[in-house]
């Protein structure tokens, strides 16, 4: 599987579990960190675990593959890092304060269809 047939899979992980404002930025030619960022958001501290451990449980069975998590215990914010995808996953207060989209505003949007 390719990096946006994963995204694609997370993107879709994500809105099974009732994530907001779904965003999807490429990366991949203004930064060396990551290819894409996949920024969401939950209402409550429950909605933000639940997203993150049903994408963890996900891209465990589709691919194997094991994030560095950091996070979850707190559920203000999760991020998961699957080295060239990084997941972020916030209760809405958090997301405006750390306003990823505005600092990585020289980003590609990716549009990916919804459900």
């Given at each position: 599987?390719?990096?946006?047939?994963?995204?694609?899979?997370?993107?879709?992980?994500?809105?099974?579990?009732?994530?907001?404002?779904?965003?999807?930025?490429?990366?991949?030619?203004?930064?060396?960190?990551?290819?894409?960022?996949?920024?969401?958001?939950?209402?409550?501290?429950?909605?933000?675990?639940?997203?993150?451990?049903?994408?963890?449980?996900?891209?465990?069975?589709?691919?194997?593959?094991?994030?560095?998590?950091?996070?979850?215990?707190?559920?203000?914010?999760?991020?998961?890092?699957?080295?060239?995808?990084?997941?972020?996953?916030?209760?809405?207060?958090?997301?405006?304060?750390?306003?990823?989209?505005?600092?990585?505003g020289d980003a590609k949007v990716v549009d990916l269809p919804a459900g």
């Amino acid at each position: 599987m390719d990096s946006s047939q994963v995204v694609n899979l997370i993107n879709y992980t994500a809105q099974q579990k009732k994530a907001e404002k779904i965003l999807i930025l490429d990366i991949s030619q203004i930064s060396l960190i990551a290819d894409y960022f996949i920024i969401c958001s939950g209402r409550s501290t429950v909605q933000v675990k639940a997203i993150a451990e049903e994408i963890i449980k996900v891209m465990g069975e589709q691919l194997t593959r094991a994030p560095r998590a950091e996070g979850l215990r707190e559920g203000n914010w999760v991020l998961l890092d699957y080295g060239d995808i990084v997941v972020h996953i916030f209760q809405e207060a958090e997301r405006q304060f750390y306003n990823l989209e505005r600092l990585w505003g020289d980003a590609k949007v990716v549009d990916l269809p919804a459900g």
